[in-house]
């Protein structure tokens, strides 16, 4: 089943609103089976349009999912191109602009004369209800593809694409593939793929894909068979190991205080250039609370003192970011809220701050257990807010290694 997609909207080239449609539908669709041919990003202008749906039916795809345009102001032109495309005229719903009317009037809201062209309707052609707004959806049938129009707004074209669009794709008689991904962390993209080569080099027959990120690179797997999946997976298992922290769209916070349940273990965390992520991470996980005791977020020196104990002589004889500070900190939070595990972070965020001897990027991390304390020193980047979630997955990932081996 071959699918393209044409995003329209001026702001998503300037780059003012960031295209999430295209992504989200491309993950769901080739999830169910479908195959994404061409994805194209057009302006709100007539030419523009039509000369992209002619280069996408060029493609012969089953199906063109149109994206954008369908509001109520001037440059909302998609429908009446669409509609000139097609070769079809437009008729007025009278029925929906009193609907529309009533919606707005709740509202204590006196309907914009603009807003007559949402109940505009093909006179060939179908139309796709909106669940959620008032910018309906239209479908034509050109020969061998089918021409659907949805709006932008992402809630909406989600909501018309789950009870719509994907059951009528379904009802073609697809065959999902069989996707696997495996979420790793603490390895570049180019040192793992250098790992992994002595087994993707060899006649698998799965697709394969990379997705690195701030967190870590996920390797997603698939095939029309369950069994080269499962083969490849275990394959890369044996290379990667622990490396691998989950399956599917689990995050690692997720595994951490799925783990900690598991165990009977308990957290707290004494974050410093985190400012707290750490901790936001973990109680973003419904029944975190089972395992997060809590966290101190201690950004000055003052508070490092007074709310956590660092003493005032490792401070001033090693500097807020040292390993003898983080090494406090975790061995203190711990005893404090009485956790069995103990996750401070102590650094240099940036962009400024840096020395020759501390540079930005310079992160202590400490992980205090029942047995003792250990530091981790790292270095990243310039970037604060990079830095930042480096160090907050750093961190989460050792708290994780420690879980399963303990």
Known sequence: MKIAILSIGNELLSGDTINTNAGWMGRI????????????????KKIPISNALNQLIDLNPDFII???????????????????????????????????????????IQIPESNRNQALVPVDGNVIQNPVGSARGSK?????????????????????MTESIIPMIQEKGLIPKCIRTLRTTGIPESALIEKIAPVIEKDHGCDIGYYPSLFGVDVRISHADLQPVDSLSKDLYGILGVSI????????????????????????TAESCT?????????EIP?????????????????????????????????AV???????????VKNKFVSDYGISVTGIAGPTGGTKEKPVGLVYIGLAKNDGVKVKEFRFGNNRKRNKLRSSQVALNWLRLSLLND
């Open 140 to 160: 034509f049938k050109m020969k061998d593809t089918t021409l659907i129009s949805l709006p932008g707004v992402p809630a909406e074209m989600k909501a018309m």
């Open 66 to 108: 149109c994206t954008g345009g369908l509001g109520p102001t001037e440059d909302d032109i998609t429908r009446q191109t669409l509609f000139d495309f097609v070769g079809t005229e437009s008729k007025f719903d009278e029925d929906y602009w009193q609907n529309l009317t009533e919606r707005f009037k709740r509202f204590g």
């Open 29 to 44: 669709l080739t999830e169910i089976g479908c195959d994404i041919c061409q994805h194209i990003t057009v302006p709100d």
């Open 245 to 268: 922290y989950s399956e599917g769209k689990e995050s690692i916070e997720e595994v951490i205080v799925q783990l900690g349940k598991e165990k009977n273990k308990t957290i707290s």
């Open 275 to 283: 400012g707290g992520l750490v901790g936001h991470r973990l109680t």
């Open 287 to 319: 029944g975190s609370s089972d395992v997060y005791k809590g966290g101190l977020v201690v950004y000055s020196n003052e508070s490092k003192i007074e709310m956590v104990g660092v003493g005032k002589g490792t401070l001033e004889g090693h500097g």
């Open 322 to 332: 040292s390993a003898e500070t983080a090494e406090s900190m975790a061995y203190n």
